[in-house]
């Protein structure tokens, strides 16, 4: 299988603060990477597919001046919530595309980081 | 409208017995199915998939079956174990996967019954 981290997996903080989201893949390159949010007892949603070296393409909904995503890398991408607020906290989730033979392109998924907004 | 739908939303399966667990979609440019595993606060696993050209692809205790007329997939774990109690996500992509996002169900929780 291939690795793909998040740091941290667990954030508490205050209302109106950012917080920064990591995305590693630690054995192989990801042109591509995911960030997903899911809530409780739901299925993940899709929020933003974050491409190396150019801007990030939001699902409709998303804000994309809330969610700051930045893949500078081949191997990292970034989540910023920005001023976050209580309807935040939510389950985040990110996903780094490895590239497989015959079009057969596997997603694989980080630890997810729980971020909580009092 | 969902595009990947998995209607039963919990199974239960006594150990040792062969759990399936059914997906069904709609958009027939859909061409890479995946199966991932989750338990609770972890992300999802990858377990298995399977291309359109295939009909059935097997790993250990997983197989993935395929029937692209009736656009439908399912996951049987045999024997099935306890340790297997999870939700299980369908996912399907486009292109393989190339450049489009994976659509995933809204899962099927397995409880595997010792």
């Known amino acids: 299988g291939a690795v793909v981290s998040q740091h941290p997996s667990r954030v508490i903080c205050k209302s109106g603060t950012s917080v920064k989201i990591e995305c590693r893949s630690l054995?192989?390159?990801?042109?591509?990477m995911f960030w997903y949010r899911q809530f409780p007892k739901q299925s993940l949603m899709l929020m933003a597919t974050?491409?190396?070296?150019?801007?990030?393409?939001?699902e409709q909904g998303v804000e994309k001046d809330k969610f700051l995503i930045n893949h500078a890398s081949l191997t990292l991408s970034t989540l910023t919530v920005t001023s976050a607020h209580p309807e935040d906290s939510s389950f985040y989730i990110c996903?780094?595309?490895?590239?497989?033979?015959?079009?057969?392109?596997?997603?694989?998924f980080g630890p997810g980081t729980r971020l909580t907004v009092l | 409208d969902q595009q990947v739908k998995q209607n039963s939303p919990s199974l239960s399966v006594q150990e040792g017995r062969i759990s399936i667990l059914n997906c069904d979609y709609t958009?027939?440019?859909?061409?890479?199915f995946l199966w991932y595993k989750k338990y609770p606060a972890e992300g999802p696993t990858f377990l298995i998939s399977?291309?359109?050209?295939?009909d059935k692809n097997e790993d250990g205790r997983f197989t993935v079956f395929l029937n692209k007329s009736a656009k439908h997939l399912s996951l049987h774990i045999v024997p099935s174990q306890p340790g297997d109690s999870a939700v299980y996500f369908c996912a399907a992509s486009e292109e393989g996967g190339g450049n489009t996002p994976l659509v995933f169900g809204k899962g099927t929780r397995l409880s595997v019954i010792a």
């Open positions: 974050s491409n190396e070296g150019s801007k990030a393409t939001y």
């Open positions: 399977i291309s359109s050209i295939k």
């Open positions: 958009n027939s440019m859909f061409d890479y």
């Open positions: 054995d192989f390159q990801a042109t591509t």
């Open positions: 996903s780094a595309r490895k590239a497989g033979g015959m079009g057969t392109d596997t997603q694989y």
